[in-house]
């Protein structure tokens, strides 16, 4: 029994096509979870294909709801505990999928079935996330079968069927079952690498919320002849409202709206961060965003704010009259140092003391940013641990640029949260013609083969706590 024959095993497994079986079974489910009706092929994915795996490698298993502002969720819990005194990692994947927008898949595609061309995996799914969780579960077995039957630690798993439809009831779910998912370490999979070629892990997401600023002022529009320069103008004022928050060249103007944790373990990890940017891609602006900062400090170090649309007048058939009205749809992408639920707060401050009282702030969602940092032990055993299964240097990313439920895991269930995603920014992922890559999947089975065979050597503590030297292998 030795780490090697661990990753050896798994590979192998890879290359003698069980993974792609097992993926193919998984595609053909068609768990569109936005879709009507697909609540028995929801239900089936878990009774019929998870919870059977997960028993046959010793997990107690049951699936429960959770309703949560009149919307189910659909969850399996599962648990498989060999000693308390070891660590407990809690795992993590979702089994529905974006519609399969069969009509747009190329060559004659089936989103619902498995294909292969080259090193590509055809099949909805096989990025987000079937293909996944997947990867880790072969990988976990194949460490029970090395270990002859054992794992080294406990482990725990939540599956949910609705991430693709804002994951309804898992926040309640996880503050109900708290107890039942505690862990050690959570530790899943999702979203792309930075580079297919070169493994990444992330420890956290940026946070999001979305808002409208909007200026009302009368019930219709005025000949801008008989009128112009006497009525204020909603578009005009709007526009000059939005350039005293955000600059022409887009660094935020409201210090309220500006994180203060790119520290020193954060700049370490995104200093060595380089981009594989793809034909079609578009150009980057270096000019744009705040200044000082690198790329990759710009969307997964600091805050961006955007104007996702605005309107004012007849939309598309301009005319000459001074319209009542004017509204921007906006967003902001956040990391950890800002408190989103203040943004009201703080822009209604700013626009008062620039002489915007006219301009209204309305929140109507946001979700709270997450990072582990770069330098806990946790993230550190994880990094040492990749880069002994590969030979190959890992991007870290102290948070996506996009946002996940992370903060459930990472708050709610005060978990340090590690990622390890096994597909790559071309992948399509919620597009025709979804891909996984073949090369990536066996190296990935590989990595978490390799993360849970050093799950079962973390020195730990009488005290049920991980030693500083779980950093080092």
């Known amino acids: 029994m030795n ?18 079986s097992v993926l193919g079974q998984r595609v053909a489910y068609r768990t569109e979870s936005q879709q009507a009706g697909a609540d028995a092929t929801l239900d089936a994915y878990l009774s019929d294909d998870i919870e059977p795996a997960l028993r046959q490698m010793g997990f107690a298993t049951r699936v429960v709801t959770c309703e949560s502002d009149g919307q189910s969720g659909r969850f399996l819990l599962a648990e498989r505990v060999e000693d308390a005194g070891r660590p407990t990692v809690l795992m993590y994947g979702h089994g529905d999928v974006v519609p399969g927008m069969e009509e747009q898949w190329s060559e004659g595609r089936s989103p619902w079935v498995l294909s292969a061309e080259g090193d590509r995996w055809y099949g909805r799914g096989t990025a987000d996330n079937k293909g996944q969780h997947s990867i880790n579960l072969l990988a976990l077995s194949s460490v029970l079968a090395e270990r002859q039957g054992r794992l080294g630690f406990n482990a725990k798993v939540l599956f949910e069927m609705g991430e693709e439809v804002g994951s309804p009831g898992l926040a309640r779910l996880c503050r109900e079952h708290r107890a039942e998912l505690a862990a050690d370490l959570f530790l899943a999979s999702d979203g792309p690498r930075l580079k297919a070629r070169q493994p990444t892990i992330f420890l956290g997401s940026r946070g999001i919320v979305n808002f409208s600023l909007g200026v009302h002022l009368r019930n219709k529009g005025y000949h801008s002849g008989n009128w112009g320069g006497l009525l204020r103008n909603p578009a005009v004022t709007l526009a000059a409202a939005l350039a005293s928050i955000v600059d022409g060249r887009g660094a935020i103007q409201v210090p309220g709206l500006r994180p203060d944790s790119l520290n020193a373990s954060v700049r370490e990890a995104l200093a060595s961060i380089t981009f594989d940017w793809q034909p079609g891609d578009p150009a980057i602006d270096d000019s744009w965003g705040e200044p000082g900062l690198s790329t990759a400090e710009r969307v997964f170090g600091w805050n961006s704010l955007e104007i996702l649309s605005i309107h004012s007048g007849p939309e598309g058939k301009p005319v000459n009259a001074i319209p009542p009205q004017a509204i921007a749809h906006c967003q902001l992408r956040f990391v950890v140092g800002t408190d989103w639920t203040l943004l009201e707060r703080h822009l209604r401050s700013h626009l008062d003391a620039h002489g915007f009282p006219m301009v209204e702030v309305k929140v109507s969602r946001g979700a709270p940013a997450t990072r582990l940092d770069p330098a806990s032990s946790w993230a550190r055993w994880a990094i040492s641990s990749i880069q002994q299964s590969t030979g190959k240097q890992v991007d870290v990313l102290p948070n996506l640029g996009g946002t996940l439920p992370n903060e459930i895991f990472a708050e709610t269930l005060g978990l340090p949260t590690v990622w390890v995603p096994h597909s790559y920014p071309g992948c399509a ?31 730990w503590s009488t005290g049920g706590k991980a030693s500083e030297e779980a950093a080092c292998i």
Request: hydrophobic fraction near 45%; aromatic fraction near 6%.
């Open 3 to 20: 780490r090697e024959n661990a990753l050896h095993h798994a590979a192998a497994r890879v290359d003698a096509g069980e993974l792609f």
């Open 429 to 459: 992922q919620h597009a025709p013609d979804e891909h996984l890559l073949g090369s990536v999947a066996r190296e990935g089975v590989q990595i978490m083969a390799g993360l849970f065979w050093d799950l079962g050597e973390v020195p």
